[in-house]
């Protein structure tokens, strides 16, 4: 069936089988901000639109008087990029998909857009296509690619004007941001569109519906493309084949409809920061945390870096990805492809999280209980439940407990690499 540009015909389609499989992916924040790496990737709105006095002492004492933002853009040169290099380190990371920033709210677009003139990475700055070049490592390495957009831009003259109307016209819409996610879907054929930059405008002003109608029925990734949710002021957790709803969103139950987590390795900021300190960045075990909270509510985690101006991701990133990846070689049999369990957690002193593939059961936990047992309460056990640790060789002792659920006793941890672990996961058969 043709799905009409309307969001009834549109919340119906079935979500693409790929997505929910995926759980694990990278979020790549990278342009023009990538220059001053100071304060966030927000930088000009904060400089130019708020007039902060922090952003405009910053440019007077590094930055020539009469600096405009413009400016940064031939400092953007991306000397350094190496698109393979990044697939690899994502592959290692143990991610299914990697999304990229192709236009912030800045408007600098990371491909040669044709409708945004001198703009662009083609015309200035890196002189290259980053979206283009990063896309092919990826699916060299058989990973899903996606697409960041920003509808708006914060000081287009067109938006700008058609923000004074009320929006009623519409004139930066046809000439700027449609064209440019045609231009991208045809020229990339992405999996995934992450929209943003909605909030000001109702979809009527955005023509959402009728892009979104075309990506479905005649584009040419219409079997494969997933969207998220922001394309309009009141769409956010209502429309999209995944939702966002906000950033950083934590459920606190299991939602109904599939859904992702995105977060940044750095607390403050989703661009690069040059002047951040260890405290702002989120450790590995808060990583592992998220992650497994997300997924046991069925989300996905999206994780972000940001990338130097020369396209380096710097070392402390590269080493939070990696033990991610580590954890993943070890516990991604609990993770990927999984799906929530009828119980999605017991909040006891240490929590438990549970997931689950067919009848096998996966709980994982974060902290190593004192006496080496780990009591469950939820599965119910049977004579023939079978209880696995995932890393770890042979079968593990188990007894039903006194109450509900069982105590399973866990391997004498010596210390070992595994007992430094942020968090481990015990396979259950044999359980309902």
Known sequence: PRYRPDWASLDARPLPAWFDRAKVGVFVHWGVFSVPAWGSEWFWWHWRGEHRADYERFVQLRYPPGTTYADFAPHF?????????????????????????????????????????????????????????????????????????????????????????????????????????????????????????????????????????????????????????????????????????????????????????????????????????????????????????TVSFGGNYLLNVGPTKEGVIVPIFQERLLALGRWLDTNGEAIYESKPWRMQMENKTDPVWYTSKGAVVYALFLSWPQDNVLELSSPVPSPATQVTMLGFAGTLKWQKSPGEGLLITLPYMPPSPLASQPGWAVKLEGVK
Not at 83 to 93: E, G, I, M, Y
Not at 150 to 176: C, I, M, R
Not at 243 to 272: F, Q, R, T, V
């Open 77 to 293: 040169t991306a000397h350094d990029f190496q698109p393979r290099q990044w697939a690899q380190l994502f592959q290692r990371a143990g991610a299914r998909y990697v999304v990229l920033t192709t236009k912030h709210h800045e408007g600098f677009t990371n491909w040669g857009s044709p409708v945004s003139w001198n703009w662009n990475s083609l015309d200035t700055g890196p002189h290259r296509d980053l979206v283009g070049e990063l896309g092919q490592a990826l699916r060299e390495s058989n990973i899903h690619y996606g697409l960041y957009h920003s509808l708006l831009e914060w000081f287009h003259p067109l938006y700008l004007a058609d923000k004074e109307s009320g929006f009623k016209t519409q004139n930066f819409v046809l000439k700027k941001t449609m064209p440019e996610l045609y231009d991208l879907v045809l020229k990339y054929k992405p999996d995934v569109i992450w929209s943003d930059g909605d909030w000001e405008a109702p979809d009527s002003y955005w023509n959402s519906t009728s892009f979104l109608a075309w990506l479905y029925n005649d584009s040419p990734v219409k079997d494969t493309v997933v969207v998220n949710d922001r394309w309009c002021n009141n769409c956010s957790c209502h429309h999209g084949d995944f939702y966002n709803c906000a950033d950083k969103y934590k459920p606190g139950s299991l939602p109904a409809h599939k859904w992702e987590m995105c977060s940044s390795i750095d607390k403050l900021s989703w661009g690069y920061r040059s002047t951040m300190s260890l405290a702002e960045l989120m450790d590995v075990a808060s990583i592992i945390e998220e992650l497994v909270q």
